[in-house]
């Protein structure tokens, strides 16, 4: 069984930066798709960002295109997102999901079968 473990957020300013931390344990990390999904209060969970287990294939939500990245180093099984010029509207609990895709990213949270708790990213105005 896939253990996700993130980290990482906290409280920032607008126009910061933060890192996210998914710590995997217990399962193929390696070749599988990763992704980040947030949620905000008062609405539904949303994609972020997803990485293929193979050959790196990465997507972004339109609103986050050009601020956040995503990467993995398998060597740690840890994904990572980098996130720069934050918004108020960032504002979320963010998660880390594992899918057993692996050539292929996806945006759509039943393709994931393994979350994490989720990790608290607030950005003041």
């Known amino acids: 069984q896939v253990q996700l473990v993130e980290s990482g957020g906290g409280l920032v300013q607008a126009g910061d930066s933060l890192r996210l931390s998914c710590a995997a344990s217990?399962?193929?990390?390696?070749?599988?798709?990763m992704a980040w999904f947030r949620q905000a209060p008062g609405k539904e969970r949303e994609f972020v960002s997803g990485m293929s287990g193979i050959g790196g294939i990465t997507s972004y939500a339109d609103s986050v295109k050009g601020r956040f990245t995503i990467s993995r180093d398998n060597a740690k099984s840890t994904l990572y997102l980098q996130m720069g010029d934050l918004k108020p509207e960032d504002t979320a609990v963010y998660y880390c999901?594992?899918?057993?895709?692996?050539?292929?990213?996806?945006?759509?949270?039943?393709?994931?079968?393994?979350w994490g708790r989720g990790t608290q990213v607030t950005v003041s105005s």
């Open positions: 999901a594992g899918s057993r895709r692996v050539f292929t990213t996806s945006s759509s949270e039943y393709d994931y079968g393994y």
């Open positions: 217990g399962g193929t990390f390696n070749t599988n798709t």
